[in-house]
């Protein structure tokens, strides 16, 4: 518990990080920085995008695996990292 | 692995117990191959033929039918949690929360990913991966070829199809596209077509957003740009009506039967006003009517297009396209079914002023007129098989104009935002795009938009959009490549150069033809005054052939007198005694001819008349003279070269003649 959230305040603390939410299998924002409606909306967009990742890489390789999501956009980046049941997601404003 | 089958038999159903003993082997049968048989085989180069048992796939396309699908939001609350437990209640969200946090499992991922995580944002921060390195100030633009794709079309959901005969953009961004469709070919529209115009949502291609139903198709209809849910139309039947887009499908009013028009009205505009409740409206019965639309019972003014400007509405020409820039809200401009461009003054005194100045050029009725945007002074126009465009100050013609087309154009308009280009719409189902600082000769491109004849065509604000009716009630909206929709630079300028120039050399043009026309009269008048016994003058050029013909013929008459005397001199032969006849006829036929000249003469004039014709017209007939004169040093040759093959003819006959006596 100590770590978990030792952890999280590491990330949160990182230059540029706007949010950070972590969701559970089913689409459930367990914890979150971000306002309710965003979190929501991030929670279900990611966790769609995610599985369908993971699946695309494992249909060309069944021994692959996803390892990291980056969406890079024009305003900021959002990464998700994939777990079999949750999924960390940041948002980051890169630096520039 | 072995594979086994394991065969169980009970003891009690085996039979006795089998007795083998050995015997030699005996051949039972032998069969030899039969070497006759070969003449039945053909020997076959080996080949490597694969073989697979598989089951025998082929291909057949299938189209459904379209799925029509539309398109409404859903409202999606927090799913996904269980079921016991209330996603509105706080406390049980929250405790259900705190239960998942305190999880091995939870805890042990959530500790890696937070180091994968790390490592990707401290990755961010230190390095920019995605950084330019490469960024000019200016890239260079690869130019790309100018392409409009059709975005979508709208199909008029009627069975019978009618013509789209005028398209309006809403003023507001232009989300949405108002056509108005009638039928346009005389007395042909079929008795169930229905008369509803369309207002359709770029969004949804599917359906028109709303209908519109007025009491007789309408031909045009416009958008205000004030307040963008009136619209105006004008109906074929002559009537204007104004609908409200929030009161429905029905017009909130009608023009009075005895005030409107007597044809179709082919072009209505809104006008700039301080109410922002002005239109006019052009219909072919030759007149203009301005109305209020508050109150469509009665025109508000009214003018006659009569280029006598008699106000005489017999002797008026029938209107089909109307111009109205908001910069300049008393002048506006009509294209009329003769071919002339009426350009009119609102604000004149009398109704006799308000006809301003009339352009003539086109050959047919000019479907459509729009001044540039950019350059009020110049307004392009389209009809017969050209587009034309015109400077305001030269009336006499047009400074600019395309080649005669394959087809007929049939509507035209400026791109809003490039001063160069603009679009034109023919039957043949084409769109032309033209750009002027690029190509003037040919459009910029070509696009064939419908296999059906294009009738009408619209831009959007920002001249990316383009919209075009054709005869069969389909809407396309295509869209622009930037390299035609968005402003070059030092375009205006380059533009405004050209216009001048083109303006120029028509003023120039025009001073030179005054000039010509001055001195020819000068010239007449001159004339007339020797000629005072003279009845008509135009025996002028009349006399003028008459001489030069008698010359010719007395030319002819001496040559051929020249060649009977040759021939009278030389053995008269059977075919040259033809020959001789022929001339001899011709001669005299000539000889006739010139009596009949002669006598023509003394009658209009006399010698001295004869002589004044000389000195006064020397200089314009001189070129004719020339002519004549080559025509008749050529008519000299050809007779020299005749005579002297009829010589060799003679010679050979001769020689014959000498042959066949000395033998």
Redesign the interface.
């Known amino acids: 518990?100590a770590?978990?959230e030792e952890?999280?305040k590491?990330?949160e603390g990182?230059?540029?990080?706007i949010g950070t939410i972590?969701v559970?299998s089913?689409?459930?924002p367990?914890?979150t920085t971000l306002d309710n409606s965003t979190t929501?909306l991030y929670a279900?967009l990611l966790r769609s995008f995610t599985t369908l990742a993971r699946s695309a890489v494992r249909d060309v390789d069944p021994q692959n695996d996803l390892?990291?999501v980056?969406i890079?956009s024009k305003k900021q980046?959002i990464?998700v990292?994939p777990?079999?049941?949750?999924l960390?997601v940041?948002i980051?404003n890169?630096?520039? | 692995m072995e594979i086994t089958y394991v065969y169980t038999k009970f003891r009690r159903e085996f039979g006795r117990p089998g007795l083998f003993s050995d015997r030699a082997e005996t051949v039972m049968v032998d069969i030899q191959p039969n070497p006759n048989l070969i003449s039945n085989f053909v020997v076959k180069t080996p080949r490597d033929q694969a073989t697979q048992a598989c089951v025998d796939m082929c291909e057949h396309p299938v189209n459904t039918e379209r799925f029509e699908s539309t398109n409404c939001g859903v409202n999606?609350m927090?799913?996904?949690?269980p079921k016991d437990i209330n996603p509105r209640d706080l406390e049980q969200t929250v405790r259900f929360?705190k239960k998942?946090?305190?999880e091995e499992?939870?805890?042990n991922?959530?500790?890696?990913?937070?180091?994968?995580?790390?490592h990707?944002?401290?990755q961010?921060?230190t390095i920019?991966i995605?950084?330019e390195h490469f960024k000019e100030d200016t890239m260079e633009k690869v130019p790309e070829l100018p392409t409009a794709k059709t975005m979508c079309v709208f199909r008029d959901p009627n069975k019978v199809k009618r013509t789209i005969t005028g398209l309006s953009w809403h003023p507001d961004g232009g989300r949405k596209l108002a056509a108005a469709y009638c039928s346009l070919d005389f007395q042909k529209s079929p008795p169930d077509m229905s008369f509803d115009s369309y207002i359709w949502d770029l969004e949804n291609p599917n359906y028109p957003e709303m209908a519109l139903k007025p009491e007789s198709p309408l031909v045009c209809l416009d958008y205000n740009p004030k307040d963008p849910h009136t619209l105006v139309g004008g109906s074929y039947s002559g009537q204007i009506a104004f609908w409200d887009t929030r009161r429905g499908s029905q017009p909130v009013e009608y023009s009075s039967l005895e005030h409107n028009h007597r044809d179709p009205v082919y072009k209505i505009i809104w006008l700039q006003s301080k109410t922002g409740t002005d239109a006019f409206s052009a219909s072919t019965d030759g007149q203009i009517l301005w109305w209020d639309v508050r109150k469509l019972s009665e025109p508000t003014e009214r003018l006659v297009l009569d280029p006598s400007r008699e106000g005489n509405l017999d002797r008026a020409l029938g209107a089909i396209s109307l111009e109205f820039e908001p910069t300049m809200p008393t002048k506006f401009m009509v294209g009329t079914e003769q071919g002339m461009v009426v350009s009119c003054n609102r604000k004149a005194k009398t109704p006799a002023e308000k006809i301003v100045c009339t352009y003539e050029g086109h050959h047919g009725p000019i479907y459509a007129i729009q001044r540039n945007p950019f350059f009020p002074k110049n307004f392009l126009t389209v009809g017969d098989w050209t587009a034309r465009i015109w400077s305001e100050d030269i009336k006499e013609s047009s400074i600019m104009w395309t080649k005669y087309q394959m087809s007929y154009l049939m509507d035209a308009c400026w791109s809003p935002v490039r001063p160069s280009v603009f679009f034109t719409v023919k039957m043949e189902g084409v769109l032309d795009i033209w750009d002027l600082l690029f190509k003037q000769s040919e459009p910029t491109l070509s696009v064939k938009v419908s296999d059906k004849p294009l009738y009408s065509l619209r831009i959007q604000d920002n001249g990316q959009v383009l919209a075009c009716g054709s005869h069969s009630g389909e809407a396309a909206l295509l869209q622009i490549s930037s390299g035609l929709s968005i402003l070059q630079k030092n375009e205006k300028s380059l533009m405004a150069a050209m216009f001048e120039r083109e303006t120029k050399r028509e003023k120039i043009l025009e001073a030179r033809q005054r000039e010509i026309r001055l001195k020819e009269r000068s010239r007449s008048e001159q004339s007339r005054e020797d000629e005072a016994g003279r009845e008509d003058g135009d025996d002028d050029p009349e006399e003028l052939l008459a001489k030069v013909e008698s010359d010719f013929y007395s030319l002819v008459e001496t040559e051929m007198r020249k060649r009977e005397k040759e021939r009278r001199a030389a053995a008269p032969q059977e075919e040259e005694a033809c020959d001789e006849n022929e001339t001899k006829d011709e001669a005299e036929d000539e000889g006739k001819n010139e009596e009949d000249k002669v006598k023509n003469e003394e009658d209009i004039g006399k010698t001295e008349a004869e002589n004044e014709v000389k000195t006064e017209a020397e200089s314009e007939v001189k070129i004719e003279a020339e002519s004549e004169v080559k025509i008749e040093a050529e008519n000299e040759v050809k007779i020299e070269e005749e005579n002297e093959v009829k010589n060799e003819e003679e010679n050979e006959e001769k020689n014959e003649a000498e042959d066949g006596q000395t033998e």
């Open positions: 518990m770590d978990v952890t999280l590491r990330i990182h230059k540029g990080v972590i559970n089913e689409g459930l367990i914890r929501s279900r390892t990291f980056r890079r980046e990464l990292a777990e079999n049941n949750y960390l940041v980051q890169p630096s520039e | 999606h927090e799913g996904a949690w929360k998942i946090e305190k499992n939870y805890v991922s959530l500790v890696h990913l937070g180091y994968v995580m790390d990707c944002i401290r961010n921060n920019d995605y950084q």
